[in-house]
């Protein structure tokens, strides 16, 4: 892996972050100043001076263009107050920087304001005035989810802008965070194929992100941004109507509502997301604004910002996925406090790799899966930008773990076994399967044409 095996830049801040249901998750920013917020996370800024090169960045729209030009329902502060039953504390779901998350409901045809269970479900964030975050992140949510629509972001319903008051009404995501499910004290733990459907849901889409004719750089991906759903069960009757034969045997209803129900993993909160750099432009300079432990040591060394820090940031979730821990713990001890730091030494080397592996797993995975996630990791977190490959690159190689030789089917790992004799293979698990589409290893070999970022001095 060469350069990619270099130590990356710590920054040695605890982040204990959650959404919805227990807590909502607030955009960060790296800075030297405290602040005041009273949340689960502890924030920082690291400012640099005269980063900001306007030359770089696109014509910002006004605020009126913003809210005239989205297909947006313009909800009143009145509605909001009917949905969530006059904000009561028992509609709450959580609470972040941006302010408080509550539930709601609304009809789902009109998008009216409808009795407290009845109707459309839906999540209201309302913006406190004192929050550190403010008006501009409100509207950068409204300007981008107004626009993006995928099956793996977020749906944004509406927004209100009455007076003072900002919110935003999003679709009701039943499970809550990917943060809350990996780390909250007796959640039940993900399953090895559960993880990897997260992960692909996450990664495509960051990809769509990266991708579009006028690319967007998330800059704030991290577990308690990822949101999963499930499907509603109201659309059973139409299963039956269109497929007779469920009525008649009634256990494959069954087995297509559980399939339906897995975990569909989507990607919120956009405050924090910038427009790519466009021509021959390789980043877009700005105020280093995210999270400790996901940020990229080169946007937060030099404020260059491209679409590899989110791809740094991917590899650190991934990390999370394999072993079960925070990008950054202070309980640990030492060098297990940064995650990356921690786990980097493991991940090329599979005679050591389950000694990271998230022990609620019970040893239950696949030994190539989890070598080949592994190697995606590694190489999304290479200290050098360029070493690192594209989005839509770790989203193939994803998605190849999906088939038999990687699944379910694969031998799993025997825990019991694994701390006595650890079987070498002579093949990187990258090149177990030969695949017609160009792998991460070309990518990792060779630095994209035209997109440069700066290295880690």
């Given at each position: 892996?060469?350069?990619?095996?270099?130590?990356t830049?710590?920054?040695?801040?605890?982040?204990?972050?959650?959404?919805y249901?227990?807590?909502?998750?607030?955009?960060t920013?790296?800075?030297?100043?405290?602040?005041?917020?009273?949340s689960n996370?502890?924030?920082?800024?690291?400012?640099?001076?005269?980063m900001?090169?306007?030359s770089?960045?696109?014509?910002?729209?006004t605020?009126?263009?913003?809210?005239?030009?989205?297909?947006?329902?313009?909800?009143?502060?009145?509605?909001?107050?009917?949905a969530?039953?006059?904000?009561?504390?028992?509609?709450?779901?959580?609470?972040?920087?941006?302010?408080?998350?509550?539930?709601?409901?609304?009809?789902?045809?009109?998008l009216?304001?409808?009795?407290?269970?009845?109707g459309?479900?839906?999540?209201?964030k309302?913006?406190?005035?004192?929050?550190?975050?403010?008006?501009?992140?409100?509207?950068?949510?409204?300007?981008?989810?107004?626009?993006l629509?995928?099956?793996?972001?977020?749906?944004?319903?509406?927004?209100?802008?009455?007076?003072?008051?900002?919110?935003?009404?999003?679709?009701?995501?039943?499970?809550?965070?990917?943060?809350?499910?990996?780390?909250?004290?007796?959640?039940?733990?993900?399953?090895?194929?559960?993880?990897?459907?997260?992960?692909?849901?996450?990664?495509?889409?960051?990809?769509?992100?990266?991708?579009?004719?006028?690319q967007?750089?998330?800059?704030?991906?991290?577990?308690?941004?990822?949101?999963?759903?499930?499907?509603?069960?109201?659309?059973?009757?139409?299963?039956?109507?269109?497929?007779?034969?469920?009525?008649?045997?009634?256990?494959?209803?069954?087995?297509?509502?559980?399939?339906?129900?897995?975990?569909?993993?989507?990607?919120?909160?956009?405050?924090?997301?910038?427009?790519g750099?466009?021509?021959?432009?390789?980043h877009?300079?700005?105020?280093?604004m995210g999270?400790?432990?996901?940020?990229?040591?080169?946007?937060?060394?030099?404020?260059?910002?491209?679409?590899?820090?989110?791809?740094?940031s991917?590899?650190?979730?991934?990390?999370?996925?394999?072993?079960?821990?925070?990008?950054?713990?202070?309980?640990?001890?030492?060098?297990?406090?940064?995650?990356?730091?921690?786990?980097?030494?493991?991940?090329?080397?599979?005679?050591?790799?389950?000694?990271?592996?998230?022990?609620?797993?019970g040893?239950?995975?696949?030994?190539?899966?989890?070598?080949?996630?592994?190697?995606?990791?590694?190489?999304c977190?290479?200290?050098?930008?360029?070493?690192?490959?594209?989005m839509?690159?770790?989203?193939?190689?994803?998605?190849?773990?999906?088939?038999?030789?990687?699944?379910?089917?694969?031998?799993?790992?025997?825990?019991?076994?694994?701390?006595?004799?650890?079987?070498?293979?002579?093949?990187?698990?990258?090149?177990?399967?030969?695949s017609?589409?160009?792998?991460l290893?070309a990518a990792?070999?060779?630095?994209?044409p035209?997109?440069?970022?700066?290295?880690?001095?």
């Amino acid at each position: 892996m060469g350069n990619c095996m270099d130590t990356t830049a710590r920054v040695d801040h605890s982040m204990n972050n959650a959404a919805y249901p227990s807590k909502v998750t607030s955009k960060t920013s790296l800075s030297s100043v405290p602040s005041t917020i009273k949340s689960n996370s502890t924030r920082s800024t690291l400012t640099l001076s005269s980063m900001r090169d306007r030359s770089e960045l696109p014509t910002p729209r006004t605020e009126g263009e913003i809210l005239s030009s989205s297909n947006l329902k313009a909800f009143t502060f009145n509605d909001l107050k009917t949905a969530t039953k006059n904000f009561r504390p028992d509609s709450l779901l959580g609470e972040g920087g941006f302010g408080h998350v509550y539930k709601g409901w609304i009809d789902e045809h009109t998008l009216a304001p409808s009795k407290p269970g009845s109707g459309l479900v839906v999540a209201v964030k309302k913006l406190k005035p004192e929050g550190f975050q403010g008006h501009k992140e409100w509207l950068t949510e409204v300007d981008y989810l107004g626009q993006l629509h995928h099956k793996n972001l977020v749906k944004l319903i509406g927004y209100c802008s009455d007076g003072d008051n900002r919110l935003l009404v999003y679709e009701f995501m039943p499970k809550g965070s990917l943060e809350n499910h990996l780390f909250r004290r007796g959640a039940d733990p993900l399953s090895w194929a559960i993880r990897l459907k997260v992960a692909i849901g996450a990664a495509r889409g960051l990809s769509f992100l990266h991708d579009a004719e006028n690319q967007v750089i998330y800059r704030d991906f991290k577990a308690s941004n990822i949101l999963l759903d499930s499907v509603c069960l109201n659309i059973i009757p139409t299963l039956i109507m269109k497929h007779v034969y469920l009525v008649e045997y009634p256990f494959i209803l069954f087995f297509v509502v559980v399939s339906m129900q897995e975990f569909n993993s989507k990607l919120s909160d956009f405050g924090l997301a910038k427009a790519g750099p466009t021509g021959d432009k390789t980043h877009v300079s700005t105020q280093v604004m995210g999270t400790h432990g996901y940020a990229a040591p080169e946007y937060i060394a030099t404020g260059r910002l491209s679409a590899k820090a989110d791809v740094y940031s991917f590899g650190v979730v991934l990390l999370e996925l394999l072993t079960g821990r925070r990008a950054l713990d202070k309980s640990k001890p030492g060098i297990e406090q940064n995650l990356v730091d921690w786990a980097r030494p493991h991940l090329g080397d599979k005679r050591r790799l389950y000694r990271i592996m998230d022990t609620k797993l019970g040893g239950q995975y696949p030994k190539k899966g989890a070598n080949a996630i592994a190697s995606i990791a590694l190489q999304c977190i290479c200290g050098d930008a360029k070493m690192r490959p594209r989005m839509s690159q770790v989203l193939e190689e994803l998605e190849q773990l999906q088939d038999a030789k990687y699944g379910s089917a694969s031998p799993l790992v025997d825990i019991r076994k694994a701390s006595h004799a650890i079987p070498r293979s002579p093949r990187s698990p990258m090149r177990v399967q030969p695949s017609p589409r160009r792998s991460l290893g070309a990518a990792a070999a060779s630095p994209l044409p035209g997109y440069r970022t700066a290295q880690v001095h």
